[in-house]
């Protein structure tokens, strides 16, 4: 009985034995080597078309023109082009918070109606797709009292943040050819609009 027993012990413990050293030797049967590292798509730079997202990332569901930031940059750069064309000498204008004009209310978009109005300006990454996008930029510190026209501190304007899926382009890992990059998926806050709130008060 004691020798069945004896047996039966070595046997388990040499069975643990023998799947340790396995599992060290698969860890060290090569250095530097990544196992455990999943499937990367690396593409060159005549795969990936200017603009465009790589194909690995494109499906019906996945359609990035969903997003107000991303519509609205054609509108934006035609705007710039006509200014352009125009020849408007002008400086850049540091932000300034407008007067309501009620007037011409029904005639604006709704971030000039707006008592926490806000403009549009193109963010650009190049290591980003999309590369081009509208970021919402708030015109007053305070909000336009609907009363005077004219800006009040006793309100706050914030921005509205949209979380926004984006591919964020990388180097492909070693040992991928020279040149090779590969696209990652990140999600960033993006500005879309401004609101008016109550100042934040200390206790």
């Known amino acids: 009985m004691c020798v069945q027993v004896c047996v039966n012990v070595c046997g388990w413990l040499g069975a643990l034995a023998l799947l340790s050293a396995l599992a060290l030797c698969r860890c060290l049967r090569r250095p530097g080597a990544h196992p455990h590292l999943p499937h990367v798509h690396c593409y ?13 990332f494109v499906s019906r569901s ?59 300006r193109i963010d650009e990454d190049e290591n980003r797709y999309p590369r081009k996008l509208a ?3 708030c015109l007053c510190d305070g909000c336009v009292d609907v009363k005077t026209g004219r800006e ?23 040992p991928s050819g020279p040149g090779l990059v590969t696209f990652e998926v990140d999600y960033i806050k993006v500005p879309v609009g401004c609101t008016c709130v109550l100042p934040r008060t200390g206790r």
């Open 152 to 174: 009040t501190t006793s309100l706050n304007s914030v921005a509205i943040h949209q979380t926004m899926m984006v591919l964020r382009r990388k180097p492909c890992p070693r």
């Open 62 to 120: 996945l359609r990035w023109d969903h997003y107000v930031p991303v519509q609205l940059v054609p509108q934006l750069e035609r705007l710039q082009d006509e200014a352009r064309r125009r020849r408007r000498r002008r400086h850049h204008r540091e932000r300034a918070c407008p007067a309501l004009q009620l007037r011409a209310g029904l005639r604006s978009e709704p971030n000039e109606r707006s008592i926490s109005p806000w403009r549009y």
């Open 44 to 56: 060159s730079a005549g795969e990936l078309q200017d603009g465009e997202a790589p194909a690995h």
């Open 135 to 137: 970021f919402a930029e």
